[in-house]
């Protein structure tokens, strides 16, 4: 490639064979006519599907994809050998069964170079079964200081820790890895991403269509997942400053409202637990930043004893 590469495009293929060959498609449609300013990293993590055909015939069609076989079954590893490979300034992941908006990238890929942030951050629009798709609208994107990009991250305010449809400098990821997960390798990571970050921008305008399904690595939950969940959480707090505290607490009572039953008398539970004793409850339910259902879950949880 001899335009130099703005935008690496890093893909964690797994039996994505229904789905793969789309999601390139729109890949290509969003880039428009900045198809020679990225390059696309397909990583085929032991499928056994027809997963590589289709990545082969797009390879022989394509000449900005690159691509890799690795056998991990684990897609921090995956995510950290893409990176590994991108040449781009900046990183995009795309999982393999999502899509994009036409012209979306194209645009963005402008916006990136004008402004030349760290991170840029968008609204992740979630589809269902075949939802309509919408059509691009761009805006002008806000810059948030550090403080504001972790306080809207942590109320769920307009983005959560999704790698996915966000673009980071490559920097940033080459210098910081995703830990060995199985899942939750985003929430790991993401909040020391927005501390390290000197220049966060965020965007209203969603272009990247989340395919939501209901056996999801994270919606079908286990032990190993709940543990990863845990693990990530912990890391928030040891990451993002004390003043933010109160707000974690609120990602600690989902843990135990959700995992309750899988959680009780187990060591697991036992950390969540001790961390949600933690926190004043005085000074959680005065706090004017926490939404009232998170005060009723805090009450809930001390009622049953945790």
């Known amino acids: 490639m001899n335009t130099p590469c703005q935008l690496s495009i890093l893909i964690a293929a797994h039996n994505c064979e229904p789905y793969l060959a789309n999601t390139l498609d729109t890949i290509f449609a969003s880039l428009g006519t900045a198809q020679q300013r990225a390059e696309i990293i397909i990583i085929n993590d032991a499928s056994t599907d027809a997963t590589q055909s289709i990545i082969d015939d797009y390879t022989a069609r394509y000449s900005q994809i690159r691509t890799d076989r690795t056998a991990f079954r684990n897609v921090g590893k995956v995510r950290n050998h893409a990176v590994s490979l991108a040449r781009g300034e900046y990183i995009l992941m795309v999982d393999s069964d999502d899509t994009l908006l036409a012209g979306a990238l194209q645009e963005r890929l402008s916006l990136l170079q004008q402004r030349a942030p760290d991170i840029l951050l968008s609204k992740i629009i979630e589809v269902r079964g075949d939802d309509s798709r919408p059509s691009w609208q761009p805006d002008e994107p806000i810059e948030l200081k550090r403080d504001q990009s972790i306080e809207r991250f942590l109320v769920h305010r307009d983005y959560q820790a999704h790698f996915i449809g966000q673009f980071f400098s490559r920097r940033?990821?080459?210098?910081?890895?995703?830990?060995?997960?199985?899942?939750?390798?985003?929430?790991?990571?993401?909040?020391?991403?927005?501390?390290?970050?000197?220049?966060?921008?965020?965007?209203?305008?969603?272009?990247?269509?989340?395919?939501?399904?209901?056996?999801?690595?994270?919606?079908?939950?286990?032990?190993?997942?709940?543990?990863?969940?845990?693990?990530?959480?912990?890391?928030?707090?040891?990451?993002?400053?004390?003043?933010?505290?109160?707000?974690?607490?609120?990602?600690?009572?989902?843990?135990?409202?959700?995992?309750?039953?899988?959680?009780?008398?187990?060591?697991?539970?036992?950390?969540?637990?001790?961390?949600?004793?933690?926190?004043?409850?005085?000074?959680?339910?005065?706090?004017?930043?926490?939404?009232?259902?998170?005060?009723?879950?805090?009450?809930?949880?001390?009622?049953?004893?945790?």
């Open 172 to 306: 940033l990821l080459q210098q910081h890895a995703f830990p060995d997960f199985i899942c939750y390798e985003d929430t790991w990571l993401f909040p020391l991403m927005l501390t390290l970050s000197t220049r966060t921008l965020y965007s209203r305008a969603g272009f990247y269509l989340y395919r939501k399904h209901a056996h999801s690595l994270s919606s079908d939950v286990n032990a190993e997942k709940i543990r990863c969940l845990i693990a990530a959480t912990q890391n928030m707090d040891r990451v993002l400053p004390h003043a933010f505290q109160h707000l974690i607490t609120c990602h600690w009572l989902d843990i135990a409202n959700r995992y309750h039953t899988q959680l009780q008398n187990t060591p697991q539970g036992e950390i969540v637990r001790t961390r949600i004793r933690q926190v004043s409850l005085l000074w959680f339910l005065l706090n004017g930043k926490i939404r009232l259902s998170y005060k009723r879950k805090m009450l809930a949880v001390r009622r049953r004893g945790w």
